[in-house]
């Protein structure tokens, strides 16, 4: 069965330092999206695109963070200058283009930021 | 956008079944309802889908109302390893975001 893939599985950085996570959504899947997770918490909605540009975001997406599909196949998410309280979860996900296709989730990137 | 309430958590023994429901009063129409089952450190993993009665896969079934303002999950037989958190996602397609809930953590006990 396809899958989202994540990477790193791991990302450990110093405040202030900026990152990008990674993901490989399912090759046919036309949207795309980042949730975070902070320890012990819900999923929180970021953002989601489609048709190379931004559909939605959360207040939560603030001008620290950026989205990009640079090629046909990558969906990466920039975190600009790191803030201890950006530790959390990252996940990815996609769906297909038909009304009421699932989200399908990757496994998630942990940041951590020191 | 369609805000869920579930119950914050349950617990039930091996080879019950488990029914949690949400609420999800303000449904839109073109609003599907997908239930999803998160382990720890993993991404949530899609478990069922539907937009009204029933519907039923190999792991899962899903019941709502005709008023859709909720939806149950019914797991059958549960074991051990259906221990996890499971949330209800009711899907705006229309404006392309979709909001998790709480969750209901199920502890299943042997």
């Known amino acids: 069965e396809p899958e989202v893939t994540q990477t790193p599985s791991h990302q450990v950085t110093q405040m202030g330092q900026e990152v990008i996570l990674r993901c490989v959504p399912i090759s046919n899947h036309l949207y795309f999206y980042w949730y975070r997770q902070i320890l012990g918490q819900k999923v929180e909605f970021l953002v989601s695109?489609?048709?190379?540009?931004?559909?939605?975001k959360s207040e939560i997406f603030d001008d620290q963070f950026s989205v990009e599909r640079p090629d046909g196949s990558n969906f990466t998410l920039k975190i600009r200058s790191t803030k201890l309280e950006d530790s959390a979860m990252y996940f990815c996900?996609?769906?297909?283009?038909?009304?009421?296709?699932?989200?399908?989730f990757g496994n998630g990137t942990r940041l951590t930021v020191t | 956008l369609a805000k869920t309430t579930q119950p914050i958590s349950m617990d039930s023994y091996e080879g019950q079944e488990v029914n949690i429901t949400c609420s999800h009063n303000?449904?839109?129409?073109?609003?599907?309802i997908t239930w999803y089952q998160q382990f720890p450190s993993q991404g949530p993993r899609f478990i069922i889908q539907?937009?009204?009665t029933k519907v039923t896969n190999e792991v899962a079934s899903l019941f709502i109302p005709a008023d859709r303002k909720s939806s149950t999950l019914s797991l059958p037989r549960v074991s051990l390893s259906d221990t996890a958190v499971y949330y209800c996602?009711?899907?705006?397609?229309?404006?392309?975001?979709?909001?998790f809930g709480s969750g209901t953590k199920l502890n299943v006990k042997p």
């Open positions: 303000n449904i839109a129409t073109n609003d599907y």
């Open positions: 996602l009711v899907g705006s397609y229309n404006f392309n975001k979709f909001y």
């Open positions: 695109f489609y048709n190379n540009e931004i559909s939605e």
């Open positions: 996900a996609s769906r297909g283009g038909l009304p009421g296709a699932p989200l399908h």
């Open positions: 539907g937009y009204k």
